[in-house]
C-alpha cells in the first residue's frame, strides 16, 4: 500500500497483535506543506511569532525527506499519554472515515509539535527537527524580544537577524549570551552554536536567558594572542619548542586548532562546602588534570579533574556573594548532565584576570578547535564583503531612498555616475568643515552655541549619567580589550565628563573638563595644553591618535534597544 502523501487510501487501520506501541498510546498526524516537499532545504527559519488575532498558523512539516526507496511511515507519530490508565488494554484503534482537515490550531491539539507546549525551555528532551520553536531574547536594558526559530539556527544566525531588526551597524562582535541568574553564571554562544539545542538544556522553570550585546573579546584569542596566553602559563610548549619564539609558537597553535599546554595555579572549591584551596592545574591533549603534591608532573599525583568535551565553560559574575570566592575572577565548570542547582558545578578561581582569560581561552580551544577558528574566518570574510554583497544592514531604513542630487545648475539632476557622487560627496564634507571652521572661530559667548554642549548625547558612546561601578560592569561585560571606551558625565563635577577606557585588561577614567577662552568653549583632558571644540572632536582625536592615553580608542560600549 502506498503511504505517500496524495497517494492511496489515507485512513488506516492497525492490528493490535503488530501495533507496536502500547495501548497508553495515540496518534497524532502531521500535515505535509510545501517548505518540506521542496527538498529538504537546511536554510534555518527566523521569524517573530503570529500575534493575537487572525494570524495564520503553519502547517507542520513533513516527516518524509524524499529519498530512494519505500519511505518509511513517518506521517503518524506516537503521542506518550501520561497518567492515562483507565484504558482498556485490549481496546482496539478505529479507523477513522473522516475526511483529512487541516486543523487550524496546532498548538492546541497538537503538543508534540507545538513551539509553546513543548518549548525545550519547558524540559521536555532535545528539540525536533523540522519544528519551530519560540527564543526569547533580552536586551541589556530588559527588554524582551520572541522570535520563531528552527532546530537548526546557530547564534551567528539569530544575531544578524537582531542586527537588522535593530538597524545596529553589523560587525562580528555582536554576541548571544548564555545567562543563568540564580547561579551567577554567563558564557557568551559560540557561532555555530544551535540556539534551540542550548536553550533545551536549561532547567523547567529556571531564570536562564539569552542576552543580545557586545563582546569584543569573543575573537581576541587569535588577534593579540601573545598577551592572551603569557609565557608562565605555556612554560611547557616553550621548553619542548625551543627553537621557536613565543609569538610564533602560539600563532602555530591556533592555525592548527589545537590547544597549548597550559598550567598555573587555581583555586577550588570543595564539592558541597564552601572551602577552596589551591592546587596547580594542567590542561593536557587529554584533558584538565591538577596535582595532589605541589607542581609535580608525576603521574601518580595527576588528578583527572573534568571532562571539558562534555562540559561548558561559564564565567561567575557574582562569586564572592553566592560561592565565597578568594577573588572576583571566578569561572566554572558545568557538565551538561547538570541541568539546574550548584550541585555538579566544578568552581574555579584564578588569581587575576589575565590567568582567568587564558584559562577560558584554553578550554575554547581545546573543545571546539578548529571549529572556532573557522567561525573566525568567517566572520572576518564577511566583514570584508562589499556593502551590495549580502544583507549588510544600515542604521536607518529611510538611507535606501535616498538619492545622491546637484542642486548646482537652475534645476536639480540626479547623480547617477558613481565617482560622480564620490566626488560631490567629498566637495560637500569640505565645505561643512569650512563652515564647522568658521563658525567656532567668531567670538560668541559658551551659552550662544548649545550645539557644541549637547551634540555628543546623541552618540552611541556616551552613556549619561551613570555610575562609575555600572560603567565598569559594562565595560567588562561586553570585553576586557584594549581600545574598549565609553564617555559618561562625571558625578563630582557637574560640568565635566569621563572618558572610561579599558587596557591592558584594566578600566582608567580621564576626567573631561570644559573651559573658556575669548568667548569659545572648548573641552581638555590635559590641562588645556589639546583643546577640542566638542566631545565628538576629542573622541574623534583619539580614535586616531593616542594622545596622552595609553592606547587608542578603537571599540565603543553601546546598549541596542530590542
Known sequence: MDLRPGHGSPNLAMDPQTCPWSPGQCWTRSLPTDNAMEGGAQQSSLREPPGPGGAEQEALPSEWDGGEGPPEVKRSQPLF????????????????????????????CSPSNSPILSSPALGQGPPREGTSHVVKVFGEDG?????????????????ETLVRRTRAIHDHSWALVELHPHLALERCLEDHEAVVEVQSSWAAGAESRFVFRKNFAKYELFKSNVSLFPEVMVSSCL???????????????????????????????????????????????????????????????????????????????????LYGTPTEFGFCIKPHKVRGGV????????????????????????????????????????????????????????????????????????????????????????????KTTHRYSLPAAC????????????QPWFHGRISREDTQQLIGRQGLVDGVFLVRESQRNPKGFVLSLCHLQRIKHYL???????????????????????????????????????????????????
Open 512 to 562: 573631561i573638563l570644559p573651559s573658556e577662552e575669548e568667548g569659545r568653549l572648548y573641552f581638555t583632558m590635559d590641562d588645556g595644553q589639546t583643546r577640542f571644540a566638542d566631545l565628538i572632536q576629542l573622541v574623534e582625536f583619539h580614535q586616531i591618535n593616542r594622545g596622552i592615553l595609553p592606547c587608542k580608542l578603537r571599540h565603543y560600549c553601546t546598549c541596542v534597544a530590542l
Open 81 to 108: 499519554i501520561h497518567g492515562n490508565s483507565r484504558t482498556p488494554p485490549q481496546q482496539e484503534p478505529r479507523a477513522s472515515s473522516l475526511p483529512s482537515i487541516p486543523n487550524p490550531f496546532p498548538e492546541l
Open 343 to 434: 550541585k555538579g558545578l566544578k568552581l574555579l578561581c584564578s588569581e587575576d584576570e589575565q590567568s582567568r582569560s587564558c584559562w577560558m581561552a584554553a578550554f575554547r580551544l581545546f573543545k571546539y578547535g578548529m571549529q572556532l577558528y573557522r567561525n573566525y574566518q568567517q566572520a572576518q570574510a564577511r566583514l570584508s564583503q562589499p556593502p551590495w554583497i549580502g544583507p549588510t544592514p544600515l542604521r536607518s531604513v529611510s538611507d535606501n531612498a535616498l538619492v545622491a542630487m546637484d542642486f548646482s545648475g537652475c534645476t536639480g539632476r540626479v547623480i547617477e555616475n558613481p565617482s560622480e557622487v564620490l566626488t560631490a560627496a567629498l566637495e560637500e564634507a569640505q565645505a561643512w568643515r569650512k
Open 239 to 321: 621548553e619542548a619548542n625551543k627553537s621557536m619564539a613565543h609569538s610564533e609558537l602560539i600563532q602555530n597553535f591556533l592555525n592548527s586548532g589545537s590547544c597549548p599546554e597550559v598550567q598555573g595555579f587555581l583555586q577550588l572549591r570543595e564539592p558541597g562546602r564552601k572551602v577552596w584551596k589551591r592546587f596547580h592545574f594542567s590542561l593536557r591533549r587529554s584533558g584538565l588534570y591538577y596535582s595532589t603534591k605541589g607542581t609535580s608532573k608525576d603521574p601518580r599525583h595527576l588528578q583527572y579533574f573534568a571532562d571539558l568535551t562534555e562540559s561548558n565553560i561559564y564565567y561567575v559574575t557574582q562569586g564572592k556573594k
Open 447 to 458: 551659552h550662544s552655541s548649545p550645539l557644541s554642549a549637547a551634540i555628543h548625547r546623541t
Open 143 to 159: 527588554a524582551c524580544r520572541s522570535l520563531e526559530a528552527s532546530a537548526g539556527t546557530t547564534a551567528r544566525q539569530l544575531c
